[in-house]
């Protein structure tokens, strides 16, 4: 539906020039003193890029169709979008064929590679902005595996207490992306650490430890898969699906949780372990964690696909929680 209503907004869009009058601002999202994209109070965008000898610019929004960008007589092109609708909004800029980054906004990871995107702020909400409450931390961390025969990285999120209470353990969210991103967006897309920031400190949330490792797996010596031109659904693409949910699948199991309960004060018991994840991330989640029912007694998926890949096996069935969005 959110797809949806943002090509629609887009199918009735008109160009202007970048001078129309609004209460434009920068978006939060922009490098240090880019004054583009701007945003205004309603969701419209503006975009401005200089290239005075192209003969074509457009932008490509990935919610949306690509919008036609005005020449402007200083060498600027430019346009002004209709109303999005609230959250984060990859695009680039095409220009002459060439598909080009915008050197104003910061780089995010989806859809496979680094894109540009601009943030809509949602009107009146703050449960994912940075306030003054305390606040926890973001750690980075490398872990080897033997099963990708790799070292893998992985995000990880500390309570604010976390520090001050050194003999307390907390319990543990393998919280998972969804498919064309990785391991950072929860934290610079998604803003997760914001949002439970702010739930801890309004005492509506349990303080906890959030693990937000790459998705993307393959076994040690095995090559990757060319799926290049491959359609979705076809055998080609099940199997090179099912050969990543199986190695993802060990390299928790294996290495990654042994590693978070050695390095970090985790409660290690199923009842204080819980896995989520988007989309791919929840595909992964149903696949891991009921396979796992020894390791993980709290399950959540967010449009992810149930029942693709699992094959149950044996493990106590009691006291699951689950949640399917």
Known sequence: MRSFVVVLLFLLSTVCCAQESGDFQPATTNVWGAEYPRVDGSGRVQLRVKAPDATKVRVNFWSGPKVEMQKQADGFW???????????????????????????????????????????????????????????????????????????????????????????RFPVLYLQHGGGEDETGWIRQGRANFMLDNLIAAKT?????????????????QSASNLTGKPMGSPEMLKAIQDMTSAFEDDVVQALVPYIDRTFRTLRDRDHRAMAGLSMGGMQTFHLAFNHLDLFSYVGGFSGAGGMLWKPKTGPKDRLQCSVC
Not at 154 to 159: D, R
């Open 205 to 221: 949330c349990k303080p906890m430890i959030v693990v937000m490792a790459y998705g993307y797996a393959r076994r040690a010596g």
């Open 78 to 168: 430019t346009v002004t979008t209709t109303p999005l609708v609230p959250g984060l909004h990859y695009y680039m800029f095409v220009i002459d064929g060439a598909e080009v980054a915008d050197t104003g906004s910061r780089a995010f990871f989806g859809g496979g590679k680094y894109a540009s995107a601009v943030e809509v702020p949602e009107p009146n909400s703050t449960y994912y902005s940075i306030k003054d409450v305390p606040h926890g931390q973001v750690r980075e961390i490398w872990y080897h595996s033997n099963v990708t025969g790799t070292w893998r990285h992985a995000l990880v999120y500390l309570p604010p207490t976390y520090e001050e209470q050194t003999k307390t």
